[in-house]
């Protein structure tokens, strides 16, 4: 009997090539949690959004990225930057102490948080989107290009 390999992905996990069921490090909740808050964004993070969809300088973000158990705004995973856009209740009560305390909990999930208000977004959002590449470009490329394939057996570097 001449069995066909599954591709990729198919079959049974750990015997075929199949990926770890935890490939998310993040819970289902913080998940569900994300693309609900993809649903009923704020019109700053909609407006936002509309510009940082389209790449600019060739960085791709995504929305609600679910990383630990939070729910960035939007992530440059390339250049491990989550933007965060907070309205004016980011400055009331006890939110600026939770704001500082999930910036750590972020840079240790190693992410640098570039936080903007979302009254700029409206007032400047080419400014904003200008500021964003910019710590993009200054944080670099997670991943940095090969200088060529390795030498063959037996070659000197």
Do not use: Y
Request: hydrophobic content about 35%; charged content about 30%; glycine content about 10%.
């Amino acid at each position: 009997m001449n069995l066909i390999p599954p591709r990729n992905g198919e079959g049974d996990r750990a015997k075929r090539g199949g990926g770890d069921p935890r490939v998310l490090k993040a819970s289902i909740k913080t998940v569900k949690r994300a693309r609900r808050l993809r649903r009923e964004m704020s019109p700053a993070e909609a407006l936002l959004w509309t510009a940082l969809r389209t790449r600019p300088d060739g960085f791709k973000f995504r929305r609600q990225s679910p990383q630990g158990s939070f729910a960035l705004d939007f992530a440059c995973l390339e250049a491990r930057l989550a933007i965060e856009v907070d309205g004016e209740v980011h400055d009331r009560g006890d939110n600026p102490r939770r704001d500082a305390a999930r910036d750590v909990i972020v840079r240790r999930l190693g992410f640098a948080t570039m936080r903007i208000p979302a009254v700029e977004v409206f007032r400047n959002l080419d400014g904003v989107i200008l500021g964003i590449v910019e710590q993009c470009r200054a944080r670099g490329s997670l991943h940095q290009a090969s200088p060529g394939p390795p030498p063959r057996s037996g070659e000197e570097l």
